[in-house]
């Protein structure tokens, strides 16, 4: 299996949808990346080489949130750009990754990440409110698999 497959139909449309619910309100943009394998010892190194060959560093307003997921080691990261990580209070992302880890440890790997979007979804459009005048959809909202 593929981690594309991992995924069923209807899980990859909640993904998608909760990415883009979020990012109605927000000029930030978020990914998700979902590979078999972590290539690194810690998953936020990997999560910042993904953050990097998604070009999420590039944003107009560097304010990418990059929610990795490594299926096989169970390991997974979320990796905030330099403009979001000088908003959100200390130990935010920890936060979501705990609000997370409650539905992966009930095996709902799509609701784990559906919640923790939200939940980085509500901070970026606290920090970066959504403008019709000037916002565009930088980032693809697909979920790109490894």
């Known amino acids: 299996m593929k981690p594309k497959d991992f995924f069923s139909e209807n899980q990859k449309k909640q993904i998608i949808s909760a990415i ?19 290539k690194e010892a810690n998953p936020l190194d990997r999560a910042a ?11 107009k307003q560097r304010n990418g949130v990059l929610f990795y997921l490594s299926l096989n080691d169970h390991k997974f990261a979320i990796l905030g750009d330099a403009g979001i990580n000088s908003k959100v209070p200390e130990g935010f992302w920890d936060n979501i990754k705990e ?33 019709a005048k000037t916002d565009i959809n930088e980032l693809s909202d697909d979920i790109s698999f490894g």
Request: aromatic share 8%; net charge negative.
């Open 49 to 59: 080489q993904i953050f990097a060959m998604l070009k999420m560093h590039k944003t």
């Open 99 to 131: 609000a997370m880890v409650t539905e992966f440890k009930e095996n709902r790997l799509a609701e784990g990440l559906v919640k923790g979007i939200k939940m980085a979804g509500e901070q970026l459009a606290a920090h970066f409110p959504y403008d």
């Open 20 to 38: 883009e619910e979020a990012e109605k309100n927000t000029s930030g943009e978020i990914r998700v990346h979902v590979e078999w394998q972590c």
